[in-house]
């Protein structure tokens, strides 16, 4: 509650439009999470920066039509807790996944934060399609943090890889023109780690779900992940049903860019 007073207080000083800030707590009521406009308190190796006023809008607009993807029940059973409206989103790599790569503080599109229960969505780099793969993309963090005992770890799913592969965030990272997607990934950013191939194709599958079929016709590797989310998925929530596929079906959107989905 003190958090939730303290972003009202923010917000009144900024003199926010009240309506825009209004519908989204009504959201985040309806949904049972907490939206909040930045989160001060220390969370891990992640920093954040405020958002402006003019980013409420489009930031209820993005989170009315995503979260429409999912009933309450749903969205409840992902136990998401905060959806933190921010900008300049860096994490420090090395220290939050226990890797030896980079520890220099790198901004990203997103995060999700398991201890704390924060998704972070920065405003400032707002794009209607990217922002709202990110949402779904860093919503399947949460899926997966809490579907098991085991967090991300999930060794079964590397086994579905073409042999002699093997995940690197050093070597594909930002580098989709080097390192175009390889069979088995819908996107290079997929080839970084378990966790973010199982996030991207994820989210390629809430919202270009004909886009994945008609790559999955063509490789068997995406295939067999694609079957094995929707297993893991179904087997996490019965709402996650042939049901809940098909409308995404209806729903698909189109892929313009084969790098950016
Ligand atoms: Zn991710």
């Known amino acids: 509650l003190d958090n939730f007073e303290a972003a009202k207080s923010i917000l009144r000083r900024f003199g926010l439009r009240r309506t825009a800030w209004d519908s989204l707590q009504e959201l985040a009521k309806k949904y049972g999470i907490e939206i909040v406009p930045e989160w001060r308190l220390k969370d891990g ?14 930031a ?6 995503e979260l429409k993807v999912y009933s309450t029940s749903m969205l409840k059973t992902t136990r998401l807790k905060r959806i933190v409206l921010c900008s300049k ?3 420090k790599r090395g220290i939050f996944e226990g890797q ?16 704390s229960g924060n998704l972070y969505l920065p405003l400032d780099w707002f794009s209607g399609s990217h922002s709202r793969h990110t949402f ?5 963090h949460c899926i997966d943090y809490h579907r098991s005992f ?7 799913w590397a086994l579905l890889n073409e042999k002699g592969f093997s995940y690197s965030r050093e070597k594909y990272e930002g580098r989709e023109i080097e390192y175009p997607r390889r069979v088995g990934f819908i996107s290079t950013y997929a080839m970084t780690d378990v966790w973010e191939d199982k996030a991207e194709l994820y989210a390629s599958m809430i919202l270009h779900y004909k886009y994945v079929v008609t790559k999955c016709d063509q490789d068997t590797v995406l295939k067999k992940k694609f079957l094995r989310i929707k297993e893991l998925l179904l087997r996490f929530c019965p709402e996650y049903n042939d049901a809940f596929w098909k409308s995404r079906e209806n729903c698909s959107i189109t892929v313009w860019d084969d790098h950016t989905v």
């Open 45 to 58: 190796p992640v920093t954040s920066e405020k958002i402006g006023q003019f980013h409420l809008q489009p």
């Open 60 to 65: 209820f607009e993005l989170l009315n039509n």
């Open 89 to 91: 989103v860096r994490i």
């Open 100 to 115: 030896s790569g980079s520890k220099k503080n790198s901004r990203v599109c997103g995060i999700f934060v398991g201890k």
């Open 136 to 140: 779904h993309h860093e919503l399947y």
């Open 150 to 156: 085991w967090r991300y770890w999930d060794p079964g």
